[in-house]
């Protein structure tokens, strides 16, 4: 069992930039892919980045590769999503989420994930 408490949401201005962390608990000792994906109202879930914690592969959707950058620190069971350049598109609750499979393509397979956060709300304002 793994539990997931996102934290870092606000609203900010559109071209600032925020930085969201994931902090894990429970079962913190085998390797999972530790994921965030976006929802905005009407839409459907997004895969944003990915990344292992047994390694420093990461994935990014297309939509934020060079903005966004998903890091790691295995000492604190945390994981980070910073965010630059933020768009209004951006707007959404962002959540975490940890699976064992760590591919580009679980971004768009959100059932391989097996623990879910409760998310954290990010508005870019324009």
């Known amino acids: 069992q793994v539990q997931l408490v996102e934290s870092g949401g606000r609203s900010v201005q559109a071209g600032g930039s925020l930085s969201l962390s994931c902090a894990a608990s429970g079962d913190t000792h085998s390797r999972y892919c530790m994921a965030w994906f976006r929802q905005a109202p009407g839409k459907e879930r997004e895969g944003v980045a990915a990344?292992?914690?047994?390694?420093?592969?990461?994935y990014y959707a297309d939509s934020v590769k060079g903005r966004f950058t998903i890091s790691q620190d295995n000492a604190k069971n945390t994981v980070y999503l910073q965010m630059n350049s933020l768009k209004p598109d951006d707007t959404a609750m962002y959540s975490c989420?940890?699976?064992?499979?760590?591919?580009?393509?679980?971004?768009?397979?959100?059932?391989?994930?097996?623990?879910w956060g409760q998310g954290t709300q990010v508005t870019v304002s324009s």
């Open positions: 990344i292992y914690t047994g390694g420093d592969n990461t």
């Open positions: 989420a940890a699976g064992v499979i760590c591919a580009g393509w679980v971004l768009n397979r959100a059932g391989v994930f097996r623990y």
